[in-house]
């Protein structure tokens, strides 16, 4: 590298800025044709690379590898061991050029997964802003994680999934692929997710089935207490009275009750029945 110096075991990358210039551990490996914006820290026996692009303030910590085509936003923080990048875990899969995108402000921590994605959609396994993904959990090959998303310590998203914002797995859920997350749901610790789980509920068991409204969540997302009242009478309609969907949809208009958010769910919960086995995104996968 032209112009490095040594700092605290740190090597200056010329990618950088004189003002804040990439810090890259003496025994990290950044492969040439890699992009680091200003201020990112790569720490020791980390690899990055060549086709790997880091945005400004990224902190990449020890033992971490960016493999392939990896597109990395502004002030992340990744820790070690993490693997970002690898092929995807698909057998029809062929070596073609996909890649992973994730944005900017989200925590990764130690041993957590994220493979590229395969052809069979966009070519892109996508992690959006904000999001807090814990210990060993997996990201697999086409998954699209929104924003403000946790997903704890050693869960797993199959192939192809969709987690829309602000929604909470805890700690080991598999999550079958096609499967979709709706927002501002919970999914408790050890569920075995094989439906799509709808928005603003609480879901739990093997498979995870929905059983109350997440008040707790939508409280601290500022949801007003008419919109949650009307959630848990939607919910109470459809998941436990079964009046189905036409009926609930006219008895909650009548009510006074068919409020944006419930609009939501309820158009989320028909397009789950309109696909095959509880996941609406099958009709993409049978296409």
Known sequence: MADEHQSDGMECSPAGTAAA????????????????GAGVVIGHHSVISGDAVVGSATVIGSHVTLLGEVRIGARNRIFPNAVIGAEPQDISYRGSRTRVVIGDDNVIREGVT???????????????????LMANSHVAHDCRVADHVII?????????????SHASLSGAVAVHHWATIGGWSFVAGVSRVLHDIPPFMLCEGLPARPRCVNVVALRRGGFTPDAIAALTEAHRLVHRAKVGLASAREILQKQGMLLPPVVELLDFLAH????????????????
Do not use: W
């Open 152 to 164: 704890a310590n050693g869960t797993l998203l199959g192939g192809h999934v969709r987690v829309q």
């Open 272 to 287: 789950q029945h309109e696909g095959r086995h509880g996941r609406a995104r099958e009709r993409r996968r049978a296409a």
């Open 114 to 132: 994220i493979n590229r994605a395969t052809e069979k959609e966009d070519g892109e396994t996508i992690v959006g802003n904000g999001n807090y």
């Open 21 to 36: 210039p990439p810090r890259i551990a003496a025994t990290a490996v950044v492969e040439p044709g890699a992009v680091l």
